[in-house]
């Protein structure tokens, strides 16, 4: 059975940080690119980062470049995405993503002060 399951989200003052976990299992997880999405209210689901499949390459949506990093470590099946300086627009529904067919169920990331 597939699973992708996200943890880490909360509630976050603006300038603050989170670390957003996703534990893979069921499939051959060094073998896929992963991508974190959002989706705040209202909005579509956009692309925040990428990594490739043994995590060399990388890259990120223009609006989060210098803030956020992804990581991942195949021995554990684990990608992570850490988010630094929080602002209240990267509020939302962070989904992991095994591209193209696996969906977590989201974790939800608050920025309010």
């Known amino acids: 059975q597939v699973q992708l399951v996200e943890s880490g989200g909360g509630l976050v003052q603006p300038g603050g940080s989170l670390r957003l976990s996703c534990a893979a299992s069921?499939?051959?997880?060094?073998?896929?690119?992963m991508r974190w999405y959002r989706q705040a209210p209202g909005k579509e689901r956009e692309l925040v980062a990428h990594i490739s499949d043994k995590g060399r390459f990388t890259n990120y949506a223009d609006s989060v470049k210098g803030r956020f990093t992804i990581s991942r470590d195949n021995a554990k099946n684990m990608v992570y995405l850490q988010m630094n300086s929080l602002k209240p627009e990267d509020t939302g529904v962070y989904y992991c993503h095994a591209w193209s067919r696996y969906w977590g169920q989201g974790t939800q990331v608050t920025v309010s002060s």
């Open positions: 069921g499939f051959t997880f060094s073998s896929y690119v």
